[in-house]
């Protein structure tokens, strides 16, 4: 096994001005080491990486890491700045940096040492000997774990873990959860008890940084703090018996916790992993606090969630409050989707059975013949209707429960349901679930005697948050948000010439950005919203959402047809399946070429979305039908011109991606490497 760092590896005297510099001049270091293939393309990946959340930590260290087809075997650069560089640190610039580049299947025993490089990071010794260094072969060894941190005199941090040598390499499934030691008594004799998960996009060093950390600060605090990393060094999960004898959780993760259900029925203290690193002690706090008041926080009852940035990431407390509303939202909308799925793809096959006017067809309870396909529409229609008629609710309902679990699924519910009574409709469904969330938030704050925390989820907040919500609803805010909610029902109707052109141009965009992320969650429910009370300008607004959202995947895909050379031979796999998926309106089938390339896919495929989406509303193209892609064409009002658009702006994205990609400069490689990094390998090679 190769080593990870050597003396040529090291800068002691790094001279960049900026993070991205300083990333480019220990690259160059790789690649002259034969470690790295592309530079080009291994930058683009470290700067999305970055573009996700800023890698400076306090304590002056600047981590940028990332997984990349161009890394050829796991390295580790140094740089020592005199100036310090700006890595987004809340302290201030960095003076050690450290240029982590893992393979996209890099092997465990390489990330073992690695994960453990990343604690010995928080120990001030080993950061101080690195500042004294004076030799690259010492600092390499001193990395390694092969020299001991010399005596620096400095006394360690208040809560700092205890200097640790790097462990050895060793398999995933061996490594433990960590678990503060020795914990104080917690006033009754027996101690406090946390159980905390940390994970980060790449699974490389803030994941074990912010372990590491909590740990150290539960042991300052004399709390019991056992940690489950969810890293690529391995996921060991916790023991469910140390789960179940715990007073709180802590997350501090930026990816999707795993098997979340695993720890409900527990106070919850949910941030992002730097602030695990950054302040583990306040989160200690507040997580105590929490037990103290009997707060029982949001826990999906789902299993896994995704592994990588799939909006995933801190949905509570001390996290920015636009990331917290988003989340909230986007967990409405999550729950809505198969409604409208169901729903709509019902309503759109009574259309294609019976026509338009199925609408106004008798109820089939009490008329229906088994013989008529007019009957068989008509009960289509109906059962579709009725999960539509869900879709407010069950918006409102899960915005309030994410906001605040399961005790706020009731007046979420009822605030949407008084939202359609008094034709507040999609706009009402967005406050009543915000209002029903934070009225329980509320209540929950308000400290109860122990004989009550029982029956507070059941009965009290349920029974006091609905009142609450009921009369928000009906008396203060309803009417103003219906006005406001038939204001735009007028806008949308009354949308024509540039005005209508320059709204699908927006909706393109947001399809096109995060391709099944946030933004494109929002302009789908915009769309979807409308189709609960369909006029002309709701319809033009779903014909132009889906017919964006389908330019990303065929356009990735016809790119691989046309010039495979530029592509890897996954992407080309990829871009075969992409066929079908951007056929049938699954937007992240292009998410693939996106991760590798976000730099030329994405502003590519948003200008193809833009043209696609302004197209469509230029036509006055409608869609009844909230999904389906080209199968539901024969519900579109001007069909032809429809898939018009979506040709128009697929050729667009195509010629761009292309052209991007084609003229990317191919970075020269060792001769003795030219197998290894042949065009099919290298993303975005030169034909």
Same mark, same amino acid.
């Given at each position: 096994?190769?080593?990870?760092?050597?003396?040529?590896?090291?800068?002691?005297?790094?001279?960049?001005?900026?993070?991205?510099?300083?990333?480019r001049?220990?690259?160059?270091?790789?690649?002259a080491?034969?470690?790295?293939?592309?530079?080009?393309?291994?930058?683009?990946?470290?700067?999305?990486?970055?573009?996700?959340?800023?890698?400076?930590?306090?304590?002056?260290?600047g981590?940028p890491?990332?997984?990349?087809?161009?890394?050829?075997?796991?390295?580790?650069?140094?740089?020592r700045?005199a100036?310090?560089?700006?890595f987004?640190?809340?302290?201030?610039?960095?003076?050690?940096?450290?240029?982590?580049?893992?393979? @996209?299947? &890099?092997? !465990?025993?390489?990330?073992?040492?690695?994960?453990?490089l @990343?604690r010995?990071?928080?120990?001030?010794?080993?950061?101080?000997?690195?500042?004294?260094? !004076?030799d690259?072969?010492?600092?390499?060894?001193?990395?390694?774990?092969?020299?001991?941190?010399?005596?620096?005199?400095a006394?360690?941090?208040?809560?700092?873990?205890?200097?640790?040598?790097?462990?050895?390499?060793?398999a995933?499934e061996?490594?433990?959860?960590?678990?503060?030691?020795?914990?104080?008594?917690d006033?009754?004799?027996?101690?406090?008890?946390i159980?905390?998960v940390?994970?980060?996009?790449?699974?490389?060093?803030h994941?074990?940084?912010a372990?590491?950390?909590?740990?150290?600060?539960?042991?300052?605090?004399?709390?019991?703090?056992?940690?489950?990393?969810?890293?690529?060094?391995?996921?060991?999960?916790?023991?469910?018996a140390?789960?179940a004898?715990?007073?709180?959780?802590?997350?501090?993760?930026?990816?999707?916790?795993?098997?979340?259900?695993?720890?409900?029925?527990?106070?919850?203290?949910?941030?992002?992993?730097?602030?695990?690193?950054?302040r583990?002690?306040?989160?200690? +706090?507040?997580?105590?606090r929490? @037990?103290?008041?009997?707060?029982?926080?949001a826990?999906?009852?789902?299993?896994?969630?995704?592994?990588?940035g799939?909006?995933?990431?801190?949905?509570a407390?001390?996290?920015?409050?636009?990331?917290?509303?988003?989340?909230?939202?986007m967990s409405?909308?999550?729950?809505?989707?198969?409604?409208? +799925?169901?729903?709509?793809?019902?309503i759109?096959?009574?259309?294609?059975?019976?026509?338009?006017?199925i609408?106004d067809?008798?109820?089939?309870?009490?008329?229906?013949?088994?013989?008529?396909a007019?009957?068989?529409?008509?009960?289509?229609?109906?059962?579709?209707? +009725?999960?539509?008629?869900?879709?407010?609710?069950?918006?409102?309902?899960?915005? &309030?429960?994410?906001?605040?679990?399961?005790?706020?699924?009731?007046?979420?519910?009822?605030?949407?349901?008084? &939202?359609?009574?008094?034709?507040?409709?999609?706009?009402?469904?967005?406050?009543?679930?915000?209002?029903?969330?934070?009225?329980?938030?509320?209540?929950?704050?308000?400290?109860?005697?122990?004989?009550l925390?029982?029956?507070?989820?059941?009965l009290?907040i349920?029974?006091?948050?609905?009142?609450?919500?009921?009369?928000?609803?009906?008396?203060?805010?309803?009417?103003?948000?219906?006005?406001?909610?038939?204001?735009?029902?007028?806008?949308?109707?009354?949308?024509?010439?540039?005005?209508?052109?320059?709204l699908?141009?927006?909706?393109g965009?947001?399809?096109?950005?995060?391709?099944?992320g946030?933004?494109?969650?929002?302009?789908?429910?915009?769309?979807?919203?409308?189709?609960?009370?369909?006029?002309?300008?709701?319809?033009?607004?779903?014909?132009?959402?889906?017919?964006?959202?389908?330019?990303?995947?065929?356009?990735?895909?016809?790119?691989?047809?046309?010039?495979?050379?530029?592509?890897?031979k996954?992407?080309?796999?990829?871009?075969?399946? +992409?066929?079908?998926?951007?056929?049938?309106?699954?937007?992240?089938?292009?998410?693939?070429?996106?991760?590798?390339?976000p730099?030329?896919?994405?502003?590519?495929?948003?200008?193809?979305?833009?043209?696609?989406?302004?197209?469509?509303?230029?036509?006055?193209?409608t869609?009844?039908?909230?999904?389906?892609?080209?199968?539901?064409?024969?519900?579109?009002?001007?069909?032809?011109?429809?898939?018009?658009?979506?040709?128009?702006?697929?050729?667009?994205?195509?010629?761009l991606?292309?052209?991007?990609?084609?003229?990317?400069?191919?970075?020269?490689?060792?001769?003795?490497? &030219? @197998?290894?990094?042949?065009?099919?390998?290298?993303?975005?090679?030169?034909?």
């Amino acid at each position: 096994m190769s080593e990870l760092i050597t003396a040529e590896l090291v800068d002691l005297d790094l001279s960049a001005a900026t993070k991205d510099a300083a990333a480019r001049s220990l690259a160059e270091r790789m690649v002259a080491a034969h470690r790295v293939t592309d530079l080009d393309g291994f930058l683009a990946d470290v700067a999305a990486r970055e573009a996700q959340m800023p890698t400076g930590l306090d304590g002056g260290i600047g981590i940028p890491h990332c997984r990349s087809e161009h890394v050829s075997a796991p390295t580790l650069a140094f740089g020592r700045s005199a100036r310090g560089i700006d890595f987004g640190a809340a302290d201030g610039p960095a003076d050690l940096i450290f240029l982590i580049a893992a393979p @996209a299947g &890099a092997d !465990d025993d390489h990330l073992t040492i690695l994960s453990g490089l @990343a604690r010995r990071l928080m120990d001030p010794e080993f950061t101080a000997a690195l500042r004294a260094g !004076d030799d690259p072969g010492t600092v390499a060894a001193l990395i390694r774990g092969e020299e001991p941190a010399p005596e620096t005199g400095a006394a360690p941090e208040a809560g700092a873990p205890e200097p640790a040598d790097v462990p050895e390499a060793k398999a995933p499934e061996a490594e433990a959860p960590e678990r503060a030691a020795s914990p104080a008594d917690d006033g009754d004799g027996a101690p406090f008890r946390i159980v905390a998960v940390t994970s980060c996009p790449t699974g490389i060093a803030h994941t074990y940084m912010a372990a590491e950390s909590l740990t150290a600060a539960g042991r300052a605090e004399g709390v019991e703090v056992t940690v489950e990393t969810q890293g690529s060094a391995g996921f060991s999960k916790l023991d469910p018996a140390v789960i179940a004898a715990a007073d709180a959780v802590i997350w501090a993760h930026d990816v999707e916790v795993r098997e979340k259900a695993r720890f409900r029925g527990k106070p919850l203290v949910d941030v992002g992993v730097k602030a695990g690193i950054n302040r583990p002690a306040e989160l200690i +706090a507040e997580a105590r606090r929490k @037990a103290e008041r009997g707060e029982i926080a949001a826990v999906p009852e789902g299993g896994d969630g995704p592994e990588a940035g799939d909006g995933g990431g801190p949905g509570a407390e001390g996290a920015h409050f636009g990331v917290r509303l988003r989340t909230y939202l986007m967990s409405g909308v999550s729950y809505m989707v198969p409604f409208v +799925a169901a729903g709509g793809l019902l309503i759109a096959l009574s259309f294609a059975i019976g026509g338009y006017e199925i609408v106004d067809a008798k109820s089939v309870a009490d008329h229906f013949v088994w013989g008529q396909a007019d009957s068989w529409a008509a009960l289509l229609n109906q059962i579709g209707s +009725a999960a539509f008629g869900f879709l407010v609710p069950v918006l409102a309902g899960y915005i &309030a429960y994410g906001m605040a679990d399961r005790p706020a699924l009731v007046p979420g519910f009822v605030g949407g349901a008084i &939202a359609l009574t008094v034709e507040a409709g999609f706009l009402g469904g967005l406050v009543a679930g915000l209002l029903a969330g934070a009225v329980v938030m509320a209540i929950q704050r308000v400290p109860v005697h122990p004989t009550l925390r029982g029956i507070m989820p059941v009965l009290v907040i349920p029974l006091i948050a609905s009142a609450v919500v009921g009369f928000l609803m009906f008396i203060v805010v309803g009417k103003p948000i219906a006005a406001l909610q038939g204001a735009l029902t007028d806008w949308l109707n009354g949308l024509s010439g540039s005005n209508a052109v320059i709204l699908g141009v927006v909706l393109g965009l947001m399809m096109c950005f995060d391709m099944g992320g946030p933004l494109n969650k929002v302009a789908y429910a915009f769309a979807v919203g409308g189709l609960a009370d369909p006029t002309d300008g709701s319809l033009k607004v779903m014909a132009a959402v889906m017919a964006a959202g389908m330019v990303p995947p065929l356009a990735l895909a016809l790119a691989t047809t046309v010039r495979k050379k530029l592509f890897t031979k996954t992407e080309r796999e990829n871009g075969r399946a +992409a066929w079908v998926l951007g056929a049938s309106f699954i937007t992240e089938g292009a998410i693939p070429f996106a991760a590798a390339d976000p730099l030329r896919v994405i502003p590519s495929v948003m200008a193809g979305g833009a043209v696609t989406g302004a197209l469509s509303m230029a036509f006055g193209c409608t869609l009844r039908a909230p999904h389906g892609g080209i199968f539901v064409v024969p519900l579109i009002g001007e069909p032809f011109l429809y898939l018009l658009a979506i040709a128009a702006g697929t050729l667009v994205a195509t010629a761009l991606v292309v052209l991007l990609k084609g003229a990317r400069r191919t970075t020269a490689v060792p001769a003795g490497e &030219a @197998a290894a990094t042949a065009p099919e390998t290298r993303v975005g090679a030169t034909a």
